[in-house]
Every structure is written in C-alpha cells, then in structure tokens.
C-alpha cells in the first residue's frame, strides 16, 4: 500500500470518527471523548490534509464547523457564518499567531535591536456552553438560533426569550435597523449545581457538567422547562448589521453593553502578545473562582478593518485565536480497581489508571467513591474511561466510552475479606423509621468489621485524632503515625499520650529536637475545648459542627457519653440515624475503654458546663409522645392525650374506658396506643427517655432558664474567598462564639455573607439573592461593634 493510499484510509477514518463526535457533541449533547481527545483527532486531520492537499473535500470536518440541526426545531440560516476559533495550547502558539497577524497587516516583527508594532487585542474568557444567534429587528428580539454547523442552525426563538438576561427590547438607541448578536448561553456554576439537586430529588436526569445542562436546558421543546433553568447569556460579537458600529472589538461590545446586551465582566484591551499571556495567566490563576466554566481566553484583533483586511480560512478566522487552557478531562485505560479502607472502615473503590496529564498533572489514580458509583458508570477492568480533575480536587472517573470496551474486560468486585486486616467486609444497613416499624435497606458503603484490630483503621483514626481541627498535635503527620503503629507503640490514641522520649528517639528521622518537639506537642494537646475532643473520636457521621452541636447544647462528656438517641434528636440537625451513630459509639466497650484510658493518662476537657439554657425544658409531653413513633397517633393526637392525662405514666396507664374519654381519638388509634404500651419493652423504654429528660433538665417539668441573649443568634453567615487579615477559621469561631451559624452554601435564608479577594460562586449567588455582602474590612468593623477583641 503507497503513503498516499494509507492517508487517504487513516484521512477517511478520521472524518468518520470526528463526524461521530460532532453529531454526538452538537446534536445529541452527549459527547463521548472529551475536548483534548477531539482537539488531537481534528489536528491530525488538519495535518495530513495539508500534506495531501488532493484530498480535501468539502465535506470534510476542516471545511465546516459542527453538526446538524434537530428535526423537531425550524432551521435558521445563518446569513454571515457562525465560525468557530482556531486553537492555541501553548505559549508558542500564541506567539506564532501573533506573529502571523502582524505579517498579514504588513507590520514590523521587530529584530534583535528592538521590538516590532504591538497589536491591539480584545481579551476574555472563553465560556464553556453553546453558541447562539440573537436577531433584532428595530431593537426587538425577533429570533434566536443555534450556531448549527455553521451555515444552517435550529430556531430556538421561544427558548431565549426565557433566559432572564437576555433582552427583549435593546435599551437606549441608535441601535441599527438589524443586528444580529452573538453570544454563549451557560449555565452558572451555582445553578447547576442547585439544579442537579432538584434533578436528583425528582427523579430526573442529572447533567455531567454545565455545559451540558446548558445545551439540554436551551434545546427543550417546552419553553417552560427551559424558563426553570438558570440560564444566562453573554455576547461576544455580531453577525450582520444594516449600520454602522464603533470601529474596534471592544467599542463594539460596549456599544452592545450601553443597548443592555450583557458581555463579559473581564473583557480588557491588551497591547502586544505579552500582555494577551499576562492576562492568560491571571484568568488561569482565577478560573475557579469564577462563577462559570471556562475552558481558555479567546483573543480577537481590536481593530475591525485589520479583521476584515486579514479575513478567513475555510473554517476560522484569521484574526482570532482561542488559547486553551491544559485539558481538564482526558482519556486513559482503568488498568485495575483496588480497595483502601478509612479511620471509620468504609471500604472504597480507587481506580488505578494508565499515567495521564490533566490539568498540567499527571493523574494515575481516581476516586470511584463507592460501589454504587461503579454500577452507575457501568464501569469493568480494561475500559477506556474519561477522567476529570478540576483544580486540586481529587481527580473522578466521569463516564466510560462503552465502544472502546475490550473483550476481556473484567468486573469489579467487592472483597469479601479486608484487604489490610482480613476481616469480614460487610455491607452497611440503612433503617428508616416510620410510625410503629423500621424498614431496613442496604447501603452505598461496605466496611471492614476489624475496628482498631485493622491497621488501616487504626493509624487512619489516629491520624485524624491529631489532626488540625481536632486535638492539633503539631508535627505528628502521617509517616510518625504509621512508624509508631507498625513498631507497637500505639495500638490507640490513648496510647500517644504514655510516648516516653527513648521509644520516639529510636525511630526512623527523629534526633533530640524533633523528639522533644514531639512530646512537646502531645502534652500541650491534652487540654482540647469538649467540642474538639468529640471530633476528633472520629464518630461515624459527625463531623465538626454536629459536635460542636453535642458540646454547646449538652454541655459535659458525662451527657454526651449516656445519650439516648430520642434524647439527641431534640438536638438541631441530628436525626435519628446520626443520633443512633453516637449513642452507638459511646455503648461500644471498646471505645469506653479508649476514652477511660485518655481521662486517666492527663487528657483533660475544657469549656465544660451545664446543659445550654436553650435546651432546658425544651420537651413537651405531646412531642415526646410523637416522637415514639406511635402508629396513628399523629401530632394532633398526641396533644390531645397529653391534654387529658398530663402525665407519661398516666397515658401509659391509661384503659379503654379513658381512651375513649379523649376528644376525636378513634378506636383504631387507641387500640394502636394501647397495644404499643401493652409491649412492657415499649413502656420501659419510654419510661427511661423520660427519665434521662428529667435527669438532663430538658423534662417538661424541668425548670426554664433564662437564656442571655447573643447577638447573632439565629443567624446564618458564609464566608468566601481569601480573609487576608483573619484567618477563616479565626472568623468563623468569632461568629458562632456571637451565636451565628457558618454554613458552606448560600441560600434565601443567609443573613450575610463576608467575601474576600477571589471570592466567586458563593458571591455571585448572594448577589442574585440580595443577601447582605461585606468585604473583609466592613466584617472587622461589624466584629468591633459587637465588642469582639480583635
């Protein structure tokens, strides 16, 4: 076969596979590969094209620039061409760019003795979701369509007008009798996310990133479906225009941003090609801040006679570039999936893969989360998957490319024995309580039954007992862990606090000063806040605000320790699940043990105190019979026993003859409420909650206090971005001691939220909410108002 017959073959086979991923990408909106893989199969394409220029052919990928229009859309022809931007994936080719712009103006490159003229360039993010067309006839919103392929896009007129920030009507005047303007419809970060959530909920369809659920939520049928989306709009040019617009790229997009078309908040001008790679590696460092998703910085020559006098290739012009950003989805090959185990014994999924850069790093290892996410993605051993990392999140197996399976691809299983330890691996159980029955169904996770006998789980819990946000044991990172777990020092946390000077001497790395800095540090841990000594047990589903919940609200270990579960759920944000979880814990002999051994060897609590007046005499008679899960007695019932008996032990007690005393109870409820007292097990254990509430002093009996109140309390505050004169864990502790709530997330309910430099999705949401916003030094202010020392 001659060199010519082989491209021709591997120049068709690319055409078909690139024409597949254009119909799947455009048309279906369920891309197959990501970006970098297409962006490799066109490049190679473009180049064995330019060596065998006899076998161009119109219908080639190079020569147009997407899919088809859907049926169920009328079709739009574009009257000047939607084109699409030749690529830059390295500083070189930024250069190469430029450098060709200034030969086809007929400029000076400059030489050795001095640079050459700088061109003028319009700077801005290139945003990742789907090219539109707005047509405007005497201001009015007449039409909207998809880019299509370029020539011929879909009628999707009744969508856009639901996008909020489109307008229907261009503002002010002196807009042109027709103008067709050009933008990208995306879908915010935050939206998505939200939206995903409601997806979930409902039972619908999840989206894998914006840009798909941008191009989904744009192309519905229903133009209410896409009215509930949180879509927006932000141009990047024109098309036709009967009339004439300023004379550079940036005039004209701030003409269109004077007739209320919204662009681009970080459109700048820049001088020359070191300016473009400055601005480059600014938006780079942001990316993740920003509200969207972007994929790289497109640059535009300024002037619009030099664009027009330097013109078009078949596909792109040649005065615009997009310079991509290092691809954050790629392909490999999952080359086995193996099984570590965590401080709490869940037994997780890791895929290990074929090397592979992405995002600037090479990734060999992904997190598949749990076993449920491996039947979801369907994925075997030998696939080709695609990965994603997105800043320095753990990289993800996305989705599988299910044509390129193997035939001797393999299942994953789940190990029946601990890969550390070899003990039993089980699968966790989820009860879910009801009126009068538990429902029991299997959960997401497995876990090694093997406890702190489990290596693994041993060293992982002691890690996470020194860690940071619990006892903060200063210099005790991972590796001394695991020396003093292999070598038998510790075989508990207890265990770290009887270290004698010549067993951490002896140790690998450790001389006389990083020895005494050691014990040092253990020492002056031993005096943790009761909140930091509850975190750092490692209770299963209690992370750091739900044990400052336990601590703030019950006040001492000794409560903490003897809780009930129906006791803890009068708690805010503990259920009864996460509430059986503690109760759990603290019932274990071994974790008895554990805490009796840290009491003993000098561990010593602090801000320990009595029940918090919030929560003294906090349980009423009616909801403590509500609580009992009692079937057919709902709320109402309940207040109408309580009502007429007064007592727990008078309901208990109470026969037919009472029962049917009590106004509206039915027969079927009171033959519910006496069959389940009727159960001595059922009567006892009401009797024992009740007797812990009076112990504790939340009974309805008990006595009130008075509460003094703080001044935030109730409310609810964010914080985002950098704090660059306070840290944000300084900051968060000086509003929850003011009585305020620190949540991750935005929402209607937020009463403020302070924003740093860099702050982004999280502002961009308070802003769309009218929440109350501070910067850093307004918050300090607010801070000293409340008599905080700083």
């Keep these: 076969m001659t060199d010519a017959q082989t491209a021709a073959n591997r120049i068709h086979a690319l055409r078909a596979e690139l024409d597949a991923h254009n119909h799947r990408y455009y048309v279906l909106d369920e891309p197959s590969v990501p970006d970098a893989e297409y962006d490799r199969l066109f490049r190679e394409l473009q180049a064995l094209e330019a060596e065998h220029p006899e076998l161009v052919t119109p219908e080639s990928p190079t020569q147009r620039v997407g899919g088809e229009a859907l049926s169920e859309f009328g079709e739009v022809r574009h009257e000047v061409p939607m084109l699409s931007l030749g690529n830059a994936f390295e500083e070189e080719d930024l250069r190469a760019f430029d450098r060709s712009v200034q030969g086809g103006l007929g400029l000076s490159a400059g030489d050795l003795f001095g640079g050459g003229a700088e061109v003028e360039y319009s700077c801005e993010p290139k945003l990742d979701g789907l090219a539109v067309s707005l047509l405007y006839r005497n201001g009015q919103l007449v039409r909207g369509a998809t880019r299509g392929d370029g020539s011929t896009g879909e009628d999707i007129s009744s969508n856009v007008r639901t996008i909020r920030n489109v307008p229907l009507k261009l503002q002010g005047e002196g807009w042109p009798e027709l103008l067709e303007v050009r933008g990208e419809v995306y879908m915010p970060k935050a939206g998505f996310d939200e939206l995903n959530v409601r997806q979930a909920e409902s039972g619908?369809?999840?989206?894998?990133?914006?840009?798909?659920?941008?191009?989904?939520?744009?192309?519905?049928?229903?133009?209410?479906?896409?009215?509930?989306?949180?879509?927006?709009?932000?141009?990047?040019?024109?098309?036709?225009?009967?009339?004439?617009?300023?004379?550079?790229?940036?005039?004209?997009?701030?003409?269109?941003?004077?007739?209320?078309?919204?662009?681009?908040?970080?459109?700048?001008?820049?001088?020359?090609?070191?300016?473009?790679?400055?601005?480059?590696?600014?938006?780079?460092?942001?990316?993740?801040?920003?509200?969207?998703?972007?994929?790289?910085?497109?640059?535009?020559?300024?002037?619009?006679?030099?664009?027009?006098?330097?013109?078009?290739?078949?596909?792109?012009?040649?005065?615009?570039?997009?310079?991509?950003?290092?691809?954050?989805?790629?392909?490999?090959?999952?080359?086995?999936?193996?099984?570590?185990?965590?401080?709490?014994?869940?037994?997780?999924?890791?895929?290990?893969?074929?090397?592979v850069k992405v995002a600037g790093v090479t990734v060999a290892n992904a997190t598949l989360h749990n076993m449920d996410e491996?039947?979801?993605?369907?994925?075997?051993?030998?696939?080709?998957?695609?990965?994603?990392?997105?800043?320095?999140?753990?990289?993800?197996?996305?989705?599988?490319?299910?044509?390129?399976?193997?035939?001797?691809?393999?299942?994953?299983?789940?190990?029946?024995?601990?890969?550390?330890?070899?003990?039993?691996?089980?699968?966790?159980?989820?009860?879910?309580?009801?009126?009068?029955?538990?429902?029991?169904?299997?959960?997401?996770?497995?876990?090694?039954?093997?406890?702190?006998?489990?290596?693994?789980?041993?060293?992982?819990?002691?890690?996470?007992?020194?860690?940071?946000?619990?006892?903060?044991?200063?210099?005790?990172?991972?590796?001394?862990?695991?020396?003093?777990?292999?070598?038998?020092?510790?075989?508990?946390?207890?265990?770290?606090?009887?270290?004698?000077?010549?067993?951490?001497?002896?140790?690998?790395?450790?001389?006389?000063?990083?020895?005494?800095?050691?014990?040092?540090?253990?020492?002056?841990?031993?005096?943790?806040?009761?909140?930091?000594?509850?975190?750092?047990?490692?209770?299963?589903?209690?992370?750091?605000?739900?044990?400052?919940?336990?601590?703030?609200?019950?006040?001492?270990?000794?409560?903490?320790?003897?809780?009930?579960?129906?006791?803890?759920?009068?708690?805010?944000?503990?259920?009864?699940?996460?509430?059986?979880?503690?109760?759990?814990?603290?019932?274990?002999?071994?974790?008895?043990?554990?805490?009796?051994?840290?009491?003993?060897?000098?561990?010593?609590?602090?801000?320990?105190?009595?029940?918090?007046?919030?929560?003294?005499?906090?349980?009423?008679?009616?909801?403590?019979?509500?609580?009992?899960?009692?079937?057919?007695?709902?709320?109402?019932?309940?207040?109408?026993?309580?009502?007429?008996?007064?007592?727990?032990?008078?309901?208990?007690?109470?026969?037919?003859l009472d029962l049917r005393q009590v106004e509206r109870l039915n027969e079927k409820a009171a033959k519910s409420l006496r069959d389940f007292f009727d159960n001595p097990a059922n009567a006892q254990r009401a009797a024992l909650i009740e007797a812990q509430l009076r112990e504790f002093g939340m009974h309805w009996e008990s006595e009130k206090k008075t509460i003094e109140g703080l001044p935030l309390a109730g409310q609810t505050w964010v914080l985002t971005g950098t704090l660059e004169l306070m840290s944000r864990d300084v900051a968060k502790e000086k509003l929850e001691a003011l009585g305020a709530k620190v949540a991750g997330s935005v929402s209607a309910r937020t009463h403020c939220v302070v924003a740093g430099p860099g702050a982004g999705s999280k502002l961009a949401k308070a802003n769309e909410l009218g929440v109350r916003v501070l910067d850093e030094e307004a918050f300090l202010v607010e801070l000293k108002g409340l008599g905080v020392a700083l």
């Excluded at 790289?296 to 040649?318: C, M, W």
């Excluded at 759920?569 to 974790?591: K, M």
């Excluded at 899960?629 to 109408?640: D, R």
């Design 204 to 355: 619908g369809k999840t989206f894998a990133n914006p840009r798909n659920a941008a191009a989904g939520s744009l192309r519905q049928l229903d133009p209410k479906i896409t009215a509930s989306r949180p879509l927006e709009f932000c141009c990047y040019g024109v098309g036709q225009v009967s009339g004439e617009l300023p004379a550079t790229q940036v005039g004209m997009l701030q003409q269109l941003k004077a007739w209320g078309v919204p662009i681009s908040r970080e459109l700048k001008l820049a001088k020359g090609v070191e300016q473009c790679l400055a601005y480059y590696r600014d938006i780079g460092e942001r990316r993740m801040d920003l509200p969207y998703d972007i994929d790289g910085v497109v640059f535009k020559v300024n002037n619009i006679e030099d664009q027009q006098q330097l013109g078009f290739r078949a596909r792109t012009p040649h005065w615009a570039l997009a310079h991509k950003f290092p691809a954050q989805e790629e392909l490999t090959e999952l080359l086995d999936v193996e099984f570590q185990v965590g401080r709490t014994g869940a037994v997780t999924p890791v895929a290990r893969l074929k090397p």
């Design 374 to 656: 491996v039947a979801r993605l369907g994925l075997m051993i030998g696939d080709t998957v695609i990965i994603r990392r997105a800043g320095d999140v753990i990289p993800q197996v996305m989705q599988v490319v299910a044509e390129r399976r193997p035939a001797d691809a393999r299942p994953v299983h789940i190990p029946e024995q601990c890969p550390v330890c070899g003990s039993a691996v089980e699968r966790t159980q989820l009860v879910k309580r009801s009126k009068g029955k538990a429902t029991t169904s299997e959960g997401s996770v497995y876990r090694c039954v093997g406890r702190l006998a489990c290596a693994a789980q041993l060293k992982q819990a002691i890690i996470h007992f020194a860690s940071r946000r619990a006892l903060d044991i200063e210099g005790l990172g991972d590796k001394i862990v695991e020396q003093l777990v292999d070598t038998g020092l510790v075989a508990s946390p207890a265990d770290l606090f009887t270290l004698a000077y010549d067993q951490v001497v002896a140790l690998e790395g450790f001389a006389d000063l990083s020895t005494r800095n050691l014990i040092n540090a253990i020492k002056d841990s031993s005096k943790p806040t009761l909140a930091r000594f509850i975190y750092a047990l490692g209770i299963p589903d209690v992370g750091e605000e739900t044990a400052k919940v336990l601590a703030r609200a019950l006040g001492s270990l000794a409560r903490i320790r003897k809780a009930l579960p129906e006791v803890l759920t009068y708690l805010p944000d503990v259920g009864l699940e996460v509430a059986s979880e503690i109760h759990n814990f603290f019932a274990d002999e071994h974790n008895q043990q554990v805490i009796e051994a840290l009491l003993a060897r000098g561990l010593s609590l602090q801000e320990e105190g009595d029940l918090n007046p919030e929560f003294a005499a906090c349980a009423t008679l009616p909801g403590f019979i509500d609580k009992l899960n009692i079937p057919f007695i709902a709320a109402t019932g309940a207040e109408k026993l309580a009502a007429k008996f007064g007592t727990l032990e008078g309901i208990i007690k109470a026969d037919w």
